[in-house]
């Protein structure tokens, strides 16, 4: 910040936002956190003599990488104040990770936004589902509903599990555009996705995922969940020129049930295409891989995300501590034309969408910025392929 000292004033959130207000020169100010999926916030109290040893007990996930932003507040409780040289001094140390962070922002509109969309957020004690209403109807209404709930202009707080689960709940095609939802179908989603986000509040954990994430749907148990990428449509009219101005960060993977969830509009196209069927009861004699030490219930499956030559491929592992079980999953899988096994993907387009496939490793990486695509290599998976370790494959693995 420009200033050596700032004065925190005053802290508050509006969905997935945090707002800081600092006193400045001439007025207040404000610093913007946006939270992303796997963002977080964490604050700790240190003596100045240890500000530059790492803390212990650190989360794996944050060992090595520094954090997006990183705040020093004087914890002036034992008469300190800015400018005391003690090695007593202690201070609180705010850190946030996989966050946005925007600085300098108005604290007058900062505050303007709290006030107006306070009655919108999912997770505030001011929450009011029928301001929610009359917003996606006067700003959504030409947006699918999937849209509508991510704009965090209209519902500030609900992010894409809690948009996938409360339509699933509510009955709602994701794709269906508000305008074409009855009043009464519109509170419905509205209800699920309070209800949803409160839990979730509440308990520090998602609730259940009936199709998020899912092959078979946690309603009806059919092989039924359809998986796209669907959403960053300025207006009703999905013409391609239109897509992704103004809110593209709403294009977002989507998993909906096609029997639970039925479309009702011209809008949704072709519900035909599915996870794959159900394993053939000739399949399920065949054994399974498992831990030789703890069997079929510890296992893990994942994916190697080092850049390595096995990068992609699919292996299991122990979850029991101490154990060194791994093993690959690819056996059956083809070699693709560079010699090396074939990858395990899953389809995100509207017509295939939650079909998995296999494809050249080589091509799969490069795609992160390379010119090269491999050798080209595809082929659908089939339930030969799968049977092994189907259970514990999920679409975003």
Known sequence: MAANHALLLEAFTVGKELFLIFTATDDDVALRLHF????????????????????SGIAPWKQGKEPSLRLY??????????????????????????????????????????????????????FNAQNVFTAIRELGNNMIISDALLNQDICPGVGNIIKIESLHRAMIDPRRIVSSLTDPELRRVIKHARIYSMDWFKSGRAGTKHVYNQTTCG?????????????????????????????????????????????????????????????????????????????????????VRKDSPNYLRLFLSCNSKGCQYFAWVDNEFPNCRCMKKAILRVAKTERS???????CATGDKNMKGNSINGCGFFEWATDDHLAPFRSLLTPLI
């Open 36 to 55: 992303g999926m796997n963002g977080s916030l964490s604050a700790r109290k240190v003596k100045a003599c240890d500000l530059q040893k790492q803390p």
């Open 219 to 303: 309603t009806c148990r059919g092989t039924t969940v359809k998986m796209q990428k669907i959403g960053g449509v300025s207006s009703a009219d999905d013409n391609s020129n239109d897509r992704g101005k103004g809110h593209a960060f709403m294009s977002r993977v989507t998993f909906w049930c096609t029997v639970c969830q039925p479309s009702n509009t011209t809008a949704a196209k072709d519900t035909n295409a599915t996870f794959p069927t159900k394993i053939p009861v000739e399949m399920l004699s065949r054994p399974k891989m498992q831990c030789p030490q703890h069997g079929t219930k510890t296992l893990k499956l994942s994916r």
């Open 73 to 126: 507040f004087l914890d002036t409780s034992g008469g300190h104040s800015p400018g005391s040289t003690s090695n007593n001094i202690s201070y609180i140390v705010i850190e946030a990770w996989d966050t946005t962070v925007d600085y300098p922002v108005s604290a007058s509109k900062s505050r303007n936004k709290m006030i107006e969309s306070a009655s919108r957020d999912v997770c505030s004690s001011l």
């Open 353 to 359: 969408g939650g079909r998995w496939f296999m494809c």
